[in-house]
């Protein structure tokens, strides 16, 4: 069992940046951020295996970054040049397991609340 609770969400404007956060109990194996924006499918934006392999959907390649403090049990999500496309309800995501697709909704079985991140003027 993993419970995940995201954290530092909120709304900045076009070209601004902004950090969330996500405190884990319980082992994972991958971890990862997924986004869902009104009206659309959830998506994953970023993930993270325990040996440091990384994954990042094209959409954010070059302004997002993941990173984990595993002393902590926390994943991190950096984003940097946000643009109003962004804006979305963001969840952090684990999994005990391996998973090959590390962006696929069906790799992880735990999911926090989520946190909104607005991208607005």
């Known amino acids: 069992q993993v419970q995940l609770v995201e954290s530092g969400g909120g709304s900045v404007p076009p070209g601004g940046s902004l950090s969330v956060s996500c405190a884990a109990s319980?082992?994972?194996?991958?971890m990862a951020w997924f986004r869902q924006a009104p009206g659309k499918e959830r998506e994953g934006v970023a993930a993270?295996?325990?040996?440091?392999?990384?994954a990042y959907a094209d959409s954010v390649k070059g302004r997002f970054t993941i990173s984990k403090d595993n002393a902590k049990s926390t994943l991190y999500l950096q984003m940097y040049a946000l643009k109003a496309e962004d804006t979305a309800m963001y969840y952090c995501a684990a999994d005990p397991a391996y998973g090959r697709d590390l962006l696929s909704v069906g790799s992880f079985r735990y999911w926090g609340q989520g946190t909104k991140v607005t991208v607005s003027s």
């Open positions: 319980g082992a994972a194996y991958i």
């Open positions: 993270i295996e325990r040996a440091g392999r990384t």
